[in-house]
């Protein structure tokens, strides 16, 4: 598949108009909003990120973890119907850094000869796969599917320490731009602990 490189600015600039006109909050929480992102303010580093979209009903769907971990400190009681992970099966996980795209597989201790980790373009995907065939995940990168813009195999790598799995894509300028402009939006607000919020929609 072949992306001109002017269809992927136009798609960076949508998606960066979407950001600057939506409401915005400097409080860490839901409220009611579609995508709900938590910052550290002191290193500006995006901590989490959770999306959720109307459900067939019209009313609001449950919320999904693109980026953080999903929680597995609840437990659920003896007589509960739910069912819980494993706590030693491998949890994958996004955390990303300045300049990366990160995701962990923790609990997975094969040696590194084990893994496999590929870019396939055609399905826009990244896959992981293990020699004797105890695991394996294919998982997207959203930000780039939001912004269309292609996935390069010089981006990604990988490498295993403490039992895990930790496999980093480097992120493109144009991700870089957007970012460093939506921490100026950001900078713009003014958040406190306690409900009130200064919220500026442009």
């Not at 437990?75 to 850094?97: G, H, Y």
Request: proline content about 3%; overall charge positive; hydrophobic content about 30%.
């Amino acid at each position: 598949m072949v992306v001109s490189r002017n269809f992927c600015i136009m798609a960076v600039q949508c998606w960066s108009d979407i950001l600057k006109t939506s409401k915005k909050t400097a409080l860490i929480c839901d409220d009611g909003s579609e995508m709900a992102e938590e910052y550290d303010m002191n290193t500006d580093a995006l901590v989490s990120r959770r999306l959720r979209s109307k459900n067939n009903l019209g009313g609001q769907g449950q919320w999904r973890t693109e980026v953080g971990e999903t929680s597995h400190n609840a437990m659920p009681s003896v007589d509960s119907d739910t069912i819980s992970e494993n706590s030693s099966n491998p949890l994958f996980a996004r955390k990303d850094t300045k300049s990366s795209f990160r995701w962990r597989v923790r609990n997975i201790s094969y040696p590194m000869d084990t893994y496999n980790v590929s870019v396939e373009t055609a399905e826009r995907c990244c896959i992981i796969r293990t020699t004797n065939k105890k695991y394996y995940k294919k998982f997207s990168i959203p930000d780039l599917d939001r912004c269309q813009l292609p996935l390069e195999s010089s981006a990604l790598s990988y490498t295993h320490a403490n039992n895990t799995l930790i496999i980093s894509y480097k992120k493109p300028k144009e991700i870089l731009a957007l970012e460093q402009e939506l921490m100026r939006e950001l900078r713009k607000l003014k958040g406190t602990n306690d409900g009130d919020v200064d919220c500026k929609t442009q």
